[in-house]
């Protein structure tokens, strides 16, 4: 994988609304994308991921979207609650390189009451 | 209960120092790897393992070292430390084969002064 381009650098939203996030990638070679969530002074923590072969993956209040036309995929959180607040890192592989994780610079979502 | 360790978590020394960043896993696997992150921004990352003696250099250059002498274990080690070097250090590991995710340890936090 190479370069991974993530906006927004942050993301205010009220309870209850939903958040989006969205990452693009250069290497039409990668076939995995993860999402980590990193709360404040935590390690970083596996929430979803999907690979090329499905359009889309959900898992209670958050799903992730993949275009792999587009060579995009995003994160979708709805319903959101005030412990959704934290750093989103994207992040792609190429599944012949390894296990070599390119993230994204990462999304501070806050969510406010 | 399988998890990554980091030892020390909080670690302040003077310039020149010889450190060495502790890492071991429960978790039994084989790939292992260090990354690089100011608080809340990108992972970096430095170094990583697929196995036994093998290491290589990651994306970000990098003064230090590591070594790979048993598949639980993982060191890092600054020779001489710079106050460029002051950041936080999270080490990780997953799984061969088909099994992506990276499990991430607590981090130590390194300051050089």
């Known amino acids: 994988g190479e370069n991974v381009e993530q906006h927004p650098s942050t993301l205010s939203v009220q309870e209850g609304d939903s958040a989006v996030i969205k990452c693009t990638y250069s290497d039409s070679a990668s076939n995995y994308f993860p999402w980590y969530k990193q709360e404040l002074g935590k390690r970083p923590q596996l929430i979803i991921d999907?690979?090329?072969?499905?359009g889309e993956k959900k898992d209670q209040r958050i799903a992730v979207t993949l275009n792999k036309t587009a060579k995009h995929f995003s994160l979708h959180i709805t319903e959101t609650q005030p412990e959704d607040s934290a750093v989103y890192f994207c992040a792609e592989m190429t599944t012949d390189s390894w296990g070599k994780l390119q993230f994204g610079a990462g999304t501070q979502v806050v969510v406010t009451p | 209960e399988a998890d990554i360790y980091q030892t020390p978590r909080y670690l302040v020394i003077g310039t020149g120092k010889k450190i060495t960043l502790e890492c071991s896993q429960t978790?039994?696997?084989?790939?292992m790897y260090w990354y690089q992150q100011d608080p809340g921004m990108e992972l970096h990352l430095i170094h990583y393992?697929?196995?036994?003696?093998?290491?290589e250099k990651g994306d970000l250059s990098s003064e230090s070292t590591v070594s790979r002498i048993r598949t639980e274990h993982f060191p890092l080690t600054l020779e001489s430390a710079r106050p460029s070097h002051t950041s936080q250090y999270l080490c990780?590991?997953?799984?061969?084969?088909?099994?992506?995710?990276?499990?991430f340890g607590p981090g130590t936090r390194l300051t050089v002064t």
């Open positions: 999907i690979r090329s072969n499905v």
């Open positions: 393992s697929y196995g036994v003696n093998s290491t």
């Open positions: 990780a590991s997953s799984a061969l084969g088909g099994a992506y995710e990276q499990y």
């Open positions: 978790m039994g696997h084989d790939k």
